[in-house]
């Protein structure tokens, strides 16, 4: 009964391969969101979505972008990744803010 | 950003004994806090949260008060068990993650 779904669990990428990251919800929850966590730290946010409006944080690096063509899904695209980009990958869903996540299950990227 | 200052970083107890991690905030506008709690190799899931309009909400052996005079809100364990151990993240409006707690929960 997986309500926010994350494909692949694991992905191995070469330096500058462009790698695509995918999360669907079967919630129908308004927004969405892309987080990066490194080992031992805490989640950062990249983006998030409020329906189809598109927030970018300021830090987040070129590198990254994100789609989200309807509801239920969400992608974020890595166009050239680094070994920094080494990260747990999170995507989130909430009905709206403030009123607490349901994470996926998570994508484990390794750049090599 | 605003940030979201989490204390202490690591916190060990002895089962039974509890425990209490705490987070401030320097938003006067925010107004929902919320704690997850992320077991090892696992998704962080929420435990309870907090709206600016209360001040404490209790859910079995786990509490979290704000005081936003302060700017600061805290969790609090009561009779810790081992299963209790995990990382627990404080958030400020859902959008900023504290830096972690990591709790150990000694049988």
């Known amino acids: 009964d997986a309500m926010v779904i994350q494909n692949p669990r694991y992905q191995v990428t070469q330096f500058g391969k462009p790698v695509t990251l995918s999360c669907s919800q079967t919630l129908n929850h308004n927004v969405m969101y892309w987080y990066q966590q490194k080992s031992s730290q805490a989640p950062k946010l990249l983006f998030h979505?409020?329906?189809?409006?598109?927030?970018n944080e300021a830090d987040t690096p070129d590198n990254f972008q994100s789609r989200r063509p309807n509801t239920s899904f969400c992608f974020l695209d890595i166009r050239s990744p680094g070994l920094g980009d080494t990260a747990m990958y999170l995507c989130a869903t909430s009905n709206r803010q403030g009123y607490g996540y349901t994470f996926g299950s998570g994508t484990r990227l390794t750049v090599v | 950003g605003e940030n979201v200052e989490q204390h202490p970083s690591t916190l060990s107890v002895q089962e039974g004994d509890s425990a209490v991690i705490k987070c401030t905030y320097s938003?006067?506008?925010?107004?929902?806090f919320p704690w997850y709690k992320q077991e090892l190799g696992k998704r962080p899931q929420l435990i309870i949260d907090?709206?600016?309009?209360?001040g404490e909400k209790k859910d079995q052996r786990i509490a979290v008060t704000l005081n936003k005079t302060a700017k600061h809100f805290s969790l609090h364990i009561t009779e810790t068990q081992p299963e209790d151990s995990a990382v627990y993240f404080c958030?400020?409006?859902?959008?900023?993650f504290g830096a972690g707690t990591r709790l150990t929960v000694k049988p």
């Open positions: 979505y409020y329906d189809k409006d598109f927030n």
């Open positions: 907090i709206r600016s309009n209360v």
């Open positions: 938003d006067s506008a925010s107004n929902y």
């Open positions: 958030a400020e409006n859902d959008m900023r």
